[in-house]
């Protein structure tokens, strides 16, 4: 190739570098947890055009919302911190969704749980009975959490108070469904989330508040058939329990794909069963949520 188009090519890729970067950077925003003590970091994926706009809030799974590349030596995320966690080290999963949402005209919040508990490195694979997961637990911590998340997206004036909806990855998946457990008890003259977009969560007796789920708002479960870290049937089992109860729950289960199937990194989406599991939920997703707002 001549010298000068070897030059015009090395502009353009470094130019569509740039404009990638910069859409891959949310803002970082911090607001309180509902717990009333942790102040939380975020992480705002905004859309380009006018507001107020509905809003999701994404929670993270066990191994954190950074990195793995990054988050070994982590371990305070917060206000007037320097860390290598931040906006600029998102795990790919988290920014393709975040970008997938802003694109749509949702604003998306990912809130760190982690990070301002001094646990950014987050958790390895099989760690479920590791203590040091206990003060970040999914059940009676993390959901304070997402309620803080919720609060923070009702006080902004570009935010829609009444369609805002909630999406959660493995332990944020367990996470998501205990906010609507708590939700159906505690729901007053203030909207909750209207409806959980739910992926391969733990579905235990350990990861839930309850095994039934009582719920007026919709919930969406895509699961794993192959799944090699937590049960699809456990979860196809309270899905099933729920129904009968009369909430609204549906399932989506994956012929061959496993735990992290919308990974989109070459590793996991090396497996068929997984490309095709995250290909089907990126088209799913957002129609999902565009009935439930009628």
């Not at 010298?3 to 859409?23: E, F, K, T």
């Not at 708590?182 to 733990?202: I, K």
């Amino acid at each position: 190739m001549r010298p000068h188009l070897v030059r015009i090519v090395s502009l353009i890729a470094a130019l569509l570098l740039s404009i990638h970067a910069v859409a891959a950077a949310p803002q970082t925003v911090y607001f309180s947890s509902a717990d009333g003590r942790t102040a939380l970091t975020g992480y705002l994926f905004q859309p380009s055009t006018p507001g107020p706009w509905p809003a999701i809030v994404m929670l993270h799974g066990r191994g954190g919302p950074y990195s793995s590349n990054d988050n070994e030596d982590c371990t305070f995320v917060g206000a007037g911190t320097t860390s290598p966690c931040n906006a600029n080290t998102l795990s790919k999963r988290h920014a393709m969704w975040g970008e997938y949402w802003s694109a749509r005209g949702y604003l998306a919040l990912l809130p760190d749980s982690f990070g301002p508990r001094g646990k950014a490195y987050g958790f390895g694979r099989f760690t479920h009975g590791d203590p040091d997961r206990a003060d970040v637990n999914e059940t009676d911590v993390r959901p304070l959490d997402a309620e803080g998340a919720l609060a923070y997206l009702r006080g902004r004036s570009d935010v829609l108070a009444g369609r805002i909806y909630l999406q959660g990855w493995s332990n944020g998946g367990s996470t998501a469904l205990n906010v609507m457990i708590r939700q159906a008890s505690q729901q007053g003259n203030q909207p909750g989330y209207r409806g959980a977009l739910v992926f391969y969560p733990g579905c235990g007796q350990t990861a839930l508040l309850a095994s039934t789920i009582s719920t007026t708002a919709p919930i969406a479960m895509f699961l794993g058939a192959d799944d090699e870290e937590v049960s699809p049937a456990i979860c196809q089992r309270v899905a099933e329990r729920s129904r009968q109860a009369g909430s609204p729950v549906d399932v989506t289960l994956y012929p061959g794909a496993t735990h992290d199937f919308d990974e989109p990194s070459s590793r996991r989406q090396s497996a068929l069963g997984n490309q095709a599991a995250m290909n089907d939920a990126l088209a799913r997703a957002a129609g999902i949520l565009d009935r439930w707002k009628k």
